[in-house]
């Protein structure tokens, strides 16, 4: 009995298979939802047949404004010859102060906005100094004959007017009639080129040395080529003024002249003189620093020239609301915006706003807010200047609106533009290098796709265009 209740209490602490409850069902992870910006180029690259050039920009680089291409070294764009080739005596200096008189305004006469074209590259030097400012930086751009002022490359001179002059000896002086020797020439410290003439016994003779212009057939970017546009700017405690007005922050402001003896005579010695103004005590007699332009080694002089106040370009923004996902639905047309880039900011043209979705030019805009469907005063769900009313959609024709907006923008693609999301959130439109992008630099002669039209239906060499930025797609 014993025996048998044991083996029945044995038989009932063993489990089968049967027995063991199954294991809990993991509960599966959820699928993250796609960002606004993930749907967008998702369906952009698949719009584009998925390849993009690593090298597409979407047209911005164009609108890049040029930084201060700032070269130092004087083995790049120049070379000073080691021998003082050029001399210089007190009547070549008495013309100049004739014109360019001490505590007076430079004269209407004499002209105050110009630069030099090269006839071949041509050399000029340093004669003259009479500052105590310390910190003067002076040097030499350049564009081509073609380009924008904006284009142009930068070459110092002379790093620290103070500093440099005393050991590099750019120019010296002589109380000799006839020296023969080295040591009977002296450097002057800047603020004393005006005292040399009433030394005891005074200065007889200056002779400096040439700058030349390297020639631009080799492939350095600070060699000048011919017919390129050649100025002079100076430095002068950190801010900078050009011999081409338009270039300063103030184009009234007069930091340069030039003036030369017309009639060719032995007293300006057949050459351009330039004056620089030091800004010490704003007399804005422009005779500081004197350079004196020569004629280059084919015995040709530069071409003085007045540059012309420059037009700024305009360019064309064309732009999707992030809701593309079809082909009907990349008309880039949600936002179509002229900009041209200022130096206070940017003048701007709205143009047309063909999306359904609150989109905003430059962010908060100081408290100002520059919404595109109230810019054209209509309601959000009302498509502006894009032909909606053909798809049967809200459509409105209006003008154009005109307005200005502040800042530092480098590029037209820093000029923020932002869709609101259901989300809440204000979402940038984008245009990254080598991705999908949401806005396209173009033209203003552009012509904007109407409401559903496919961009690249309208412009089949658009595709083209995507996997090389060299083809030209629009008309």
């Known amino acids: ?31 993250p939802t796609p960002t606004p910006e993930e749907q967008y180029d998702a369906a952009f690259l698949n719009y584009v047949g998925g390849t993009i050039a690593s090298n597409q920009d979407w047209g911005f680089n164009a609108s890049v404004a040029a930084a201060r291409g700032m070269t130092r070294g004087s ?77 142009r490359k930068e070459v110092m001179l002379v790093q620290s007017f103070d500093k440099d002059l005393p050991t590099k000896a750019y120019f010296q002086y002589t109380t000799f009639t006839q020296p023969s020797v080295a ?12 005292n040399i003439w009433t030394y005891d016994p005074p200065a007889k003779t200056v002779h400096g040395k040439f700058f030349t212009l390297r020639d631009g057939s080799g492939d350095d970017p ?13 430095k002068i405690n950190g801010k900078t003024y050009y011999t081409n007005r338009y270039l300063n922050d103030n184009e009234e402001d007069k930091y340069f002249a030039v003036t030369y003896d017309e009639k060719q005579g032995e007293k300006l010695y057949n050459s351009w003189v330039v004056g620089i103004e030091d800004l010490y005590d704003n007399d804005y007699d422009c005779n500081d620093i004197i350079i004196a332009v020569n004629k280059n080694v084919e015995q040709t002089y530069p071409t003085l020239i007045t540059p012309e106040k420059p037009v700024n370009p305009t360019w064309r923004v064309i732009g999707e609301d992030l809701s593309a996902s079809d082909n009907t639905d990349f008309d880039f047309n949600d936002i179509v915006l002229d900009v041209t880039l200022t130096k206070e900011g940017a003048d701007c043209v709205l143009q047309a706003a063909g999306g359904t979705l609150p989109l905003r030019i430059n962010g908060e805009n100081g408290g100002k807010l520059l919404e595109v469907h109230e810019m054209f005063g209509v309601d959000q769900k009302t498509m502006v200047n894009t032909n909606a009313d053909k798809q049967g959609l809200p459509s409105a024709k209006k003008d154009p609106v005109s307005f200005s ?71």
């Open 75 to 151: 083995e790049t764009g120049y070379f000073i010859d080691e021998d003082y080739d050029k001399e210089y005596s007190q009547n070549y200096y008495d013309a100049i102060f004739d014109r360019l008189p001490e505590g007076k305004k430079v004269a209407e006469g004499i002209q105050k906005n110009f630069e030099f074209q090269d006839n071949g590259p041509f050399r000029f030097d340093i004669i003259f100094s009479y500052t105590i400012v310390k910190d003067i930086e002076i040097g030499y751009y350049h564009y081509g004959k073609d380009e924008t002022p904006d284009k």
């Open 405 to 475: 907006i502040k800042g530092s923008f480098s590029s037209v693609l820093d000029i923020a533009i932002e869709v609101k999301k259901d989300d809440g959130k204000w979402h940038p439109l984008y245009a990254d290098t080598g991705k999908p992008a949401c806005k396209i630099l173009v033209d203003t002669a552009f012509k904007w796709p109407d409401e559903k039209e496919s961009l690249k239906a309208v412009y089949p060499k658009f595709i083209d265009y995507v996997k090389n930025p060299s083809v030209k797609w629009y008309p």
């Open 183 to 194: 040591s009977q020439w002296t450097t002057p410290y800047p603020y004393d080129g005006r």
């Open 1 to 31: 009995m014993a025996t048998a209740i044991c083996a029945l209490l044995t038989t009932g602490c063993v489990k089968g298979p049967d027995d063991i409850p199954p294991s809990p069902t993991p509960t599966p992870t959820p699928t």
């Open 222 to 234: 600070t060699d000048v080529s011919v017919n390129d546009r050649v100025g002079f700017y100076v």
